[in-house]
């Protein structure tokens, strides 16, 4: 849990890291636009012109968030991850993405509910009810139902 | 003149297909908006791609119906769970379930959906009367003016977000930037598409929305085991009607609710959540009795729910009239409308009466519908709550996963899709609001264009922003907003501090 600790001496990290990043990024696409993309005259304006000032936009709010930061609260243990959940959750989508074109939407549906459904533990019955039933709900709503076309199995 | 318009809209709004899919959305709008996590914006992305395969007007009522249906769902879970079901019902869940704790669940639902119906009403009404009104007045903004009222939408969305007010300026920022990414419309050539096809049209906005709301949501949340009390005793119909004191204690907040969700509602930046909030302090000030509030009290669940349907249904009033949305799940809708073809506006206020007329009777229809739904189906909601998180968080990411390859057919989305669920989490992590990021993607591209082509209607000159009155006077609301936060955010900050040092 996160616990709030009064301390000025130290600043809300969160911000700093958030300023930080919007700065890394906004830099990254200045250059990246300007090095790329034509910029043209203020009356007639090339594609690069507005996004590279959008850009230097998130620059320029980076850099006040960053300074604004050192003088908020400071909250402790924000930094953890729940490295399961987001390990599941991230790999059953993977392996959805993975499979789907590969052998079809059953079997990427099934890994989905299985990897992701690591997160909790659960009896082999549940895994194995969740995974059929999901696949399932999957073709009676998105092929039946709405009439989308894609392969449910196939072999590579 | 309005009654040849609402005849007009019921033509369109009664039609079979527009009645079932009204029914439709409100239903799946409910029971979406009844399970805590999936909030409106969710939702909305979620169901989108279902409405690919219909007319535009009917669409556009099945989403409408979707958004609104949510908050009437968000509020029985907050009821009887003690979860907000979506972030807007939040502000009920002390005294609502203080109240379903004591044994009037029952009433607390019943009184809730009432209120809902009287604010939503109240909210169409004010549409019927202003949304016309404002249309004529914007039919005569050009590009200077347009961008400038966009800009206004964007500051008064960040600057409401919670946290440092330039972080929500940089999410901003960031989403315009995202915005850009795709064919430029204007000279045809390829912007931060880095090589991908895929990316020609743009960022997809269902995909941003799905990735930052959605899947980030479930990272953050699947191994999440507390499932709050569910309520398990049997709700009977009885059980629904509010005694006489409590009806008494209900008039006026409802009237009130309305009346400040209406006006919060139609301020860019805000939406139902702060509609809510502020009906619930203002009731608090109102009472005789504060100190019952944040223990059962009926005023503090009637008017914020109430405020909120109000907010829900007045925030279409700029979306429609101008074509600028006032919250995220505003921008949602907007973004959906033009993916169906319809650009929202004034001039689709004047040239398609039928479609902007229909909406509108839709939304009774949809209020009755909802109304009528909730009451007796109270029951199927308790049982839906019931359903452990466990079982239906992997369900929610499959829904994420085929809604976005649904909508395309390419299996580049569902990565793209996950990248944004990362950037969510990352964005949770660090605090960094997301509603600011969608808004400024949909409005991005039509910023840009604005801005190009007033500043090729004054041959490059920028003060051409300032030398028109309108534009000019939106811009100063602007800087007085954007002083306004920040001065209160500093103030804040040195408060903090001088507590801290003593």
Known sequence: MTSLRASNKKGDRRDLCAGLLLCVVGTAAAIYISGHYQMGTVRRMGPGMFPLGVSLAVVFFGVLTAVSSFKAVE???????DLLALGTVTGGMAAFAVLLPLFGAVPAIMALSVVSGLAVRRSSLEVVLLAISLALMAYLIFQLGLGIQFPLLRLP | MIWDHIILGLAQALTADNLLYCFIGVFLGTLLGVIPGIGTLI?????????????????????????????????????LLGLPGTPSNAVIV??????AKKGRAGQALFL??????VGGSTGIILMMLFAPLIASVGLSFTAPEYFSLMLFGLVAASSMSSGAPAKGLGMVALGLLLGTVGLDV?????RLTFGFPQLFDGVSLVIVALGLFGIAEVMASATNTDQGEVFQKKITMRALIPSKEERQ?????????????SFFGMLPGTGGLLAAFMAYLAERRFSKNPEEFGYGAVEGVVAPETANNAADQTAFIPTMTLGIPGSASMALMLGVLIIHGITPGPRLVVEQPALFWGLIMSFWIGNIMLLILNIPLIGIWVKLLSVPYRLLYPAVLLFCCFG????????????LALGFGLLGYLMKMLEMPAAPLLLGLVLGPMMEDNFRRALLISRGDLLIFVERPISAGILLLCLGMLLVTFVGHW??????QTEETR
């Open chain 1, 75 to 81: 909250i402790e243990d924000w930094w953890k991850v």
């Open chain 2, 43 to 79: 939702a909305v992305s979620l169901l989108f791609p279902f409405t690919f395969h219909l007319q535009p007007t009917t669409a556009l009522i099945m989403l409408a119906g979707i958004y609104y249906g949510t908050s009437y769902g968000g509020s029985t879970a907050s009821i």
């Open chain 2, 94 to 99: 002390a005294d609502g379930h203080a109240m």
């Open chain 2, 112 to 117: 809730t959906g009432l209120g809902s119906f």
């Open chain 2, 186 to 190: 204007q000279t045809g050539s390829e």
């Open chain 2, 249 to 261: 204690r209900s008039v006026k907040p409802m009237i009130r609710g309305s009346l400040i969700g």
């Open chain 2, 404 to 415: 976005v390859y649904s909508a395309t057919g390419q299996i580049f989305d569902v990565w």
């Open chain 2, 491 to 496: 103030r804040a900050g040195r408060r903090l």
